[in-house]
């Protein structure tokens, strides 16, 4: 178990969301993302399946096929689209709900901060956008939130965060 390891890293998450969500224009949000990560029923589970350059939930989930500390988290963060999921009266499956702008700036701003965090000095800006695109295809998200991100990751890859985050300050509800 890396209690330390794994404090020191979701800590250094968090600080490198506060500052993109303060770059976005969300600060309030940013101050407060991730904090159930703290909480027993999520740290346990990543001190124990700590290693440094993934989610220990990918860990966790290969140990039991679940990982309960990602139920835990996702349920409980509205800037993950898993938390956008409901079933649908017409089709009786499990569907995207649209997110509000304001939770998807929230993702966009966590997922480059997760790159640079678990990807170090192989960083680069076109790499939230190639880990968004591997698994683009059997992800459950609300089209128009799934097409927003991808035009802010793809923005961020071609034009870099000034000028990314510039966009997203102005950017309003759809």
């Known amino acids: 178990m890396n ?9 250094h998450h968090r600080h490198e969301v506060i500052k993109n ?4 224009g969300i600060l ?16 346990i589970p990543g001190a124990k399946y700590y290693q440094g350059n993934r989610s220990p939930n990918e860990a ?3 140990s039991y096929g679940y990982s309960i500390a990602w139920i835990h988290h996702k349920g409980r963060n509205k800037h993950h689209f ?16 649209k997110m509000p702008v304001r939770y ?9 901060a ?8 192989k960083y680069t800006d076109d790499a939230p956008l190639n880990y968004f695109l591997k698994a683009k295809k059997t992800r459950v998200i609300h089209p128009e939130t799934s097409d927003l991100l991808e035009k802010l990751l793809t923005m961020l890859s071609e034009k870099g965060e000034d000028e990314t985050f510039k966009y997203i300050r102005n950017l309003k509800n759809y």
């Open 28 to 43: 309030w949000q940013g101050l407060f993302h991730d904090m159930s990560k703290y909480s027993p029923t999520e740290f």
């Open 82 to 97: 898993e938390y956008w999921t409901d079933y649908s009266p017409q089709t009786h499956k499990m569907e995207g709900v």
């Open 3 to 11: 209690v330390l390891g794994h404090f020191k890293t979701i800590t």
């Open 104 to 112: 998807v700036k929230e993702m966009f701003c966590d997922r480059v």
């Open 114 to 121: 997760a790159s640079k965090i678990y990807l170090g000095d």
């Open 21 to 24: 969500c303060a770059k976005a």
């Open 60 to 62: 966790e989930r290969e």
